[in-house]
């Protein structure tokens, strides 16, 4: 994590804010997720039945997988944040594109890159951040998502 003085925030605008480390999205979990969002679509919880599916087995939800950002996030080593933090909230998103399947069993990681730093009111910085999910062994990302953070100071 980078801890930048407010007169110098623009100048990390456009580089990398590296990457997490890979997580295993499992079964277990996904099962959980459908059960704490009343989503049991076959496609997710029912391995028997999405075996004859195109993907073959089954898949994590988009919205489970757009949900472990924080995580994620937490683990990169080149997280941008003002000096003199107070707290930071979820802004929500500008856009959010699901490219690809999660597979049960696979694992992903975020990789980020800072695109913005607007001061919205004094000692209020929104930051925009595009954020991938890397499917380890896919060419395309399971997700793209731009994430609005609001910082204060």
Known sequence: MKIVDAASLQDYVGRSMGQ????????????????????HQFIHVDPEQAKHTPFGGTIAHGFLTLSLLPHLQSQMS???????LKMGMNYGFDKIRFLAPV???????????????????PGQYLFTAEYAVEIEGESKPALIADWLVMYFV
């Open 20 to 39: 997490s480390e890979w997580f295993q999205i499992d079964q277990e979990r996904i099962n959980a997720f459908a059960d704490s969002t009343l989503d």
């Open 103 to 121: 597979k049960t069993g696979a694992r992903v990681r975020a990789v980020a890159t800072l695109k913005a730093v607007t001061e919205k009111n």
């Open 78 to 84: 080149e997280l941008v944040i003002p000096a003199g």
